[in-house]
């Protein structure tokens, strides 16, 4: 079911019309929204969490999220906001039961190249070891994607001592496909992405003209070594119906952060949060680097300035795991939830509601 163009340039222009101004407000503290309007229940409540990676392994789900904190850093506009200094991994057995917290996985302080703001992470398993890779400021402040590997799904994790050479922005995730693993990373704004436009890293904002194709999620299969790349990270090209890439202008369609790889009935999927628009968007392709096509929206605007998301299937059902503010108001104090995802039989995704009339 694709999600009606005009309504998503109406919250275009609601939610657009000045950015910083909605972000920067949505930081602020405000009185959480009844626990009746939300479709789902956060799945814990004693630590902030967001971002969730969902795998499975061995017959048991695994959930690797960020972990909010609130450190009172003002809003700048490239998410300051969000000091996160650690990770929690936690595992269910079954989606309705408990969850289990592990504890601290990895801490910033045991990461020798990073300065602070361990953002979004996701994990992978070869041949019995676990890896966690995650995006973190180096002490130039730039972002670069580092990786973590361990024994145990839950950790602790051991980070190597420099980040995956080549890599930088934020939001990694990991596909395996065919005994094959790919690094997605990617992010605007405070993920830095626009400021590699050259190729090198540039310390001032460059964006794309409106009419110009919007910057999209870079990819580069990993090495078997799981630490480094076997090639250069490329664009994930996503284009229109009519095989025309998204535009910059086009802010209800186009990338912001938050890539994620996934595949069903032999079809590549990529979704993603579209930023200001506050979608989880998705688009398909027949091979694993693209191009992909924009195919609709997979969630609608959450709570909160942020949208984030995995997608998995468990015991024979496929889930999405995404975030929202319910707990607090605040876009920077998160909790991450869970829902069912179903498919239509031309393979295209059912919206989701997050919220209630």
């Known amino acids: ?152 799904p839950e950790g602790p994790f051991k980070a190597q001592p420099e980040p995956i050479a080549g890599t930088y922005s934020m939001d990694p995730s990991v596909f395996e496909d065919d005994g094959h693993y790919y690094l997605i990373l990617g992010g605007l704004r405070g993920g830095q992405l626009q400021r ?30 799981m630490t480094s790349l076997a090639e250069d990270l490329r664009p994930v090209v996503i284009q229109d119906e009519q095989g025309k890439p998204l535009t910059a202008g086009d802010k209800a369609r186009a990338f912001f952060e938050a890539a994620w790889l996934h595949k069903y009935d032999g079809k590549y999927y990529l979704s993603y949060s579209t930023g200001d628009t506050h979608f989880i968007a998705y688009a398909m392709a027949d091979s694993v680097y693209g191009p992909y096509t924009y195919r609709g929206v997979i969630l609608k605007p959450v709570v909160g300035w942020t949208t984030h998301h995995s997608i998995v299937e468990f015991n024979g059902q496929w889930y999405l795991f995404y975030h929202d503010a319910q707990l607090t108001g605040k876009t920077h104090l998160r909790n991450m939830k869970v829902t069912t995802l179903h498919y239509n039989d031309d393979g295209t995704i059912q919206t989701i509601e997050p919220m209630r009339p």
């Open 1 to 152: 079911m694709r999600y009606p163009l005009l309504m998503a340039s109406t919250v275009l222009a609601l939610l657009t019309a000045c950015h910083e101004r909605t972000e920067t407000a949505a930081a602020q503290p405000s009185a959480p929204a009844p626990a009746s309007k939300f479709v789902d229940a956060p799945l814990v409540t004693d630590l902030y969490t967001a971002d969730p990676s969902a795998h499975v392994f061995d017959g048991r789900l695994w959930i690797y999220p960020s972990h909010d904190i609130e450190s009172n850093i003002a809003s700048d506009g490239q998410g300051a906001q969000f000091d996160m200094r650690d990770y929690h991994v936690y595992s269910m057995d079954r989606i309705d039961g408990p969850v289990t917290d592990h504890g601290v996985a990895l801490d910033l302080k045991d990461i020798p190249w990073a300065s602070r703001q361990l953002w979004a992470p996701d994990a992978a398993r070869k041949d019995g070891t676990y890896y966690l890779y995650f995006p973190a400021k180096d002490h130039d402040g730039v972002f670069r994607i580092g990786v973590a590997s361990s024994t145990r």
């Open 196 to 225: 590699w436009a050259t190729g090198t890293y540039q310390a001032e904002d460059t964006f794309p003209e409106d009419s110009a194709p919007a910057l999209v999620p870079k990819m580069a299969r990993l090495n078997d070594d």
